[in-house]
């Protein structure tokens, strides 16, 4: 399941579940399994029924203050 505390995954989580897109949410505990892999780390597994299945690692954006309130 996914950090529901860090806003845009859950935002991303949410916009999978409203499109019905199949999807795993990958916890922390779960990334350790991979901490040996070549692989970086990622917050969902989305399924594809057409191509191919997506590993999924959800950024988010901080302003800092003094800067511009400009996207």
């Known amino acids: 399941m996914a950090d529901r505390n860090i806003h845009y995954e859950a935002a991303f989580e949410a916009f999978l579940r ?22 970086k780390s990622f917050d969902f597994v989305v399924y594809s029924r057409n191509g191919p299945n997506l590993l999924i690692d959800v950024k988010g954006r901080q302003q800092r203050e003094g800067t511009s309130k400009r996207s």
């Not at 949410?25 to 350790?32: I, M």
Request: no cysteine; glycine share 4%; net charge positive.
């Open 18 to 39: 409203d499109k019905g897109i199949p999807y795993v949410a990958v916890d922390e505990a779960k990334k350790a399994l991979f901490a040996n892999a070549k692989l």
